[in-house]
């Protein structure tokens, strides 16, 4: 446990600056925003917030019990009163600290099943498993980690309330002995508490359903299979039964304090629908018991199996006809778990875990989130069916059902892979186990009458080294992991304080039920980084509202749908960086509906004896805002011109920067008279805050009376901006070849004004 949380730890070295901490990924910054909010108001917390889907507002769904924990522990550790360092601190090590935890009951759940030597070779596994330390690193403050500490410790607790509740006969306590007894059975406080633990993950996580019906979706099949055995069933029905009756006594009164109107029955935030789905895993236990009594008596375990088959078809269409809104929000969740949503098909977490985000086949996320483990737990699993006969013991059972339950999660959607970390650790510490046996086998000799295994002295080399491969790749990964974690690069860092600090501070950050001024367009990813870093509020995040529009935005071939957009969500500032034109591209076209193939034609090239053929950018994809913004400075519109960019340089042909801010304005409109049909163009050259010339430029067509008007978005004179024009305009006729040059104020860009130019 030391080594885990040290190898967590390494990431402060160099997250930890100043006294502030850079977090790991995107969504640690709105849970950030959500602990800072409630340190400030405790025990208050961002019910609704206007910095998001601005300026409509969102209401937040995330439960808020681990933002909570941080809030209390800041508190306490900053005496009351705590600065920001201290929050951003006690925040980004809580995940280090809930990460370790996690060890104790991954080793309950393998040693109470395959015994300690396993436990401890599980633990080892997990302490350098990569997928967990992505979630378990120092600045990682994201409720993921918290998820598996909770659905672990229920788990474990479940698995042990089984086994001593098998082995103590826990039933018979009851029926014979009388209730105190039965209550004070090792068998129901372990229920007791894997119910509690339930009824935390559900003020913890959204998804804290899957964890309830995961037992209910085990209870048939054990049932079935004690019927097969001829096994009394009143440990299983014991454990369950008391299981979901303490989760709803210890969630009802949440529910009753934290419901909100018009999300009565949802399964989004905490509600009824959190009671009437653990009401109906209870009834569906009690259900599965009675025709298990009946059946087991004069039926065969299979003819159990169809009876629970029809009765859950029943149960499915008796909700659908008396409780639509409840079934709804069942059925939707399954569809959300399993990505049937075409948001979650753009979402490279949310992706299957085998196929990349163009439908090629892959293993990159299995290796880099498992390394070898992964292997060794398919192999362990082979190996446990076959010598450990899972299907005569309840709790074994429970794991393969538990482990392969996980296992489909994590195959639909990629993101679950910290979920089947536990259970890839217990499988490869079983493995190791049985290795151990293989290369260091104990001897039987008589001791005192009675046989007795004792160790000999063999070489132990081959155990550390086939011990050593084994684990080497995974320790590698997880080196690499928490050496190079996925942060905020040091230009959106730059970025984002210079947007802090030299636009429009806004108000209400503090008090997000009201809106705000303006608010800034983004691609969703960045969402979380503009509302914490920049106190900015955002029309997008990852929670993805209004993200079609954004899309549609970023797609658009027309600035005047364009600018529609943006003037109807009041938008100042566009952020853009240079992913969403090389590897965003593709969501972003999705979204917009749009085929991505569109956007680029296909090129043959001749090499010697060979051909080959590439795609390459045609004029729809650098007609779109996104490239005309990013690559061209906003040059062939005129609403748009460039305020910022950071000083990493991605491509030198054009020149283009990293990351850029773009200001949103009327622009004035240089009008007058041309030939008919004429094309003019106004231009200029600009210097950016970071000394790179540019030219920009736009274009209108005179009509048939030769009258243009001509938008341009930088003024000339009077910009104190950081990027500002060092000449005139010049207006330009191209069939005459008439020109003019006008300078253009601040004022006027602002404004709107309209500047009369003459060409004939």
Request: hydrophobic share 45%; glycine share 6%.
């Amino acid at each position: 446990m030391f080594f885990a949380a040290l190898i967590r730890l390494f990431p402060l070295s160099f997250l930890l600056s100043d006294d502030r901490v850079t977090f790991v990924s995107y969504d640690s910054y709105y849970h950030m925003r959500s602990i800072l909010y409630t340190t400030q108001h405790f025990p208050e917390h961002i019910l609704f917030d206007s910095y998001i889907n601005y300026p409509l507002g969102f209401d937040i769904s995330w439960p808020p019990l681990y933002d909570m924990l941080i809030s209390l522990v800041a508190l306490i550790v900053g005496l009351g009163n705590p600065d920001i360092s201290t929050i951003e601190l006690v925040a980004a090590l809580f995940p280090v600290v809930v990460g370790t935890l996690s060890m104790v009951p991954l080793y309950f759940v393998a040693s109470t099943l395959f015994g300690h030597r396993v436990g401890l070779y599980s633990i080892v596994v997990f302490a350098v498993m990569p997928i967990h330390l992505m979630v378990s690193m120092f600045g990682a403050t994201d409720h993921h980690v918290a998820e598996v500490l909770l659905s672990t410790t229920a788990f474990a607790l479940f698995i042990l309330s089984l086994k001593r509740g098998a082995d103590s006969d826990v039933w018979g306590k009851l029926t014979k002995n009388g209730p105190m007894e039965f209550i004070g059975s090792p068998s129901v406080v372990f229920a007791i508490g894997a119910g509690i633990t339930l009824a935390v993950s559900v003020l913890t996580w959204t998804g804290s359903p899957i964890f309830i019906g995961l037992f209910a979706l085990y209870v048939p099949v054990q049932f079935a299979l004690d019927i097969k055995s001829k096994r009394n069933s009143g440990y299983l029905l014991v454990s369950s039964c008391i299981m979901y009756l303490a989760a709803l006594i210890f969630t009802i009164p949440f529910v009753v304090i934290m419901l909100r109107e018009g999300y009565e029955l949802s399964a989004a935030f905490i509600s009824w629908f959190h009671v009437l789905y653990l009401l109906s895993m209870l009834g569906f236990t009690l259900i599965c018991w009675i025709a298990a009594y009946i059946i087991g008596n004069k039926g065969k375990w299979w003819h159990y199996l169809f009876a629970i088959i029809f009765l859950i078809v029943i149960m499915i269409f008796g909700t659908k006809s008396l409780a639509p809104a409840f079934s709804s929000n069942i059925f939707s969740g399954i569809g959300y778990l399993l990505g049937f949503d075409d948001i979650l098909s753009t979402i490279s977490e949310a992706l299957p875990l085998f196929w990349d985000q163009y439908g090629n086949f892959t293993l990159s996320s299995v290796w880099s989130g498992f390394g070898l483990f992964f292997l060794l737990a398919f192999a362990s699993i082979l190996l446990i069916l076959q010598k450990e006969k899972p299907s005569k013991n309840p709790d074994m059972t429970f794991f393969v059902i538990w482990s392969a339950i996980i296992f489909f999660l994590a195959l639909q959607q990629r993101r679950f892979m910290y979920l089947l970390s536990i259970n890839v650790a217990v499988l490869s510490g079983y493995l190791m186990g049985q290795m151990h046996s293989w290369l260091l086998p104990e001897a039987v000799k008589e001791h005192v009458g009675k046989p007795k295994k004792v160790q000999t002295r063999p070489n132990k080399m081959p155990l550390m080294l086939v011990f050593g491969m084994l684990l080497l790749p995974g320790f590698l990964i997880s080196t690499a992991v928490v050496s190079n974690p996925s942060v905020m690069p040091s230009d959106w860092q730059e970025t984002l304080d210079w947007m802090k600090d030299s636009t429009p501070k806004t108000s209400y950050y503090d008090d997000p039920q009201q809106t705000p001024e303006y608010g800034v367009l983004s691609w969703w990813d960045f969402g979380n980084w503009i509302i914490y870093r920049s106190q900015r509020p955002v029309v997008t995040n990852n929670f993805q509202p209004a993200i079609q529009e954004t899309a549609a935005f970023f797609l658009s071939q027309n600035e005047t749908e364009a600018s529609n957009i943006l003037d109807e969500r009041n938008v100042r500032y566009i952020a853009t960086d240079i992913s969403m034109v090389k590897g965003k591209f593709f969501s972003i076209a999705k979204l917009a509906g749009e085929d991505y193939s569109s956007f680029f034609d296909e090129e043959t090239i001749i090499e010697g004896s060979s051909t080959m053929t590439r795609k390459v950018e045609n004029e729809k994809f650098k007609n779109s805002m996104l490239v005309k913004l990013h690559v061209y400075d906003g040059s062939g519109s005129g609403h748009y011109r460039l305020l910022y960019e950071s000083n990493t340089t991605v491509t030198k042909d054009p020149e283009v920067k990293y990351v850029k801010i773009f200001e949103h304005v009327q622009g004035v409109t240089i009008r007058g008279k041309a030939q008919p049909g004429e094309t003019v163009y106004g231009a200029t050259t600009l210097i950016s805050n970071r000394g790179r010339q540019f030219d920009y430029y736009n274009s209108a067509v005179a009509d048939e009376e030769g009258i243009y008007n001509l938008a341009l978005a930088y003024s000339t004179q009077g910009d104190t901006s950081s990027t500002y024009a060092i000449l005139p305009y010049t207006v330009i006729g191209d069939k005459s070849r008439s020109s003019k040059k006008i300078d253009v104020t601040e004022s006027d860009v602002q404004n709107g004004e309209i500047l009369i130019l003459d060409l004939v």
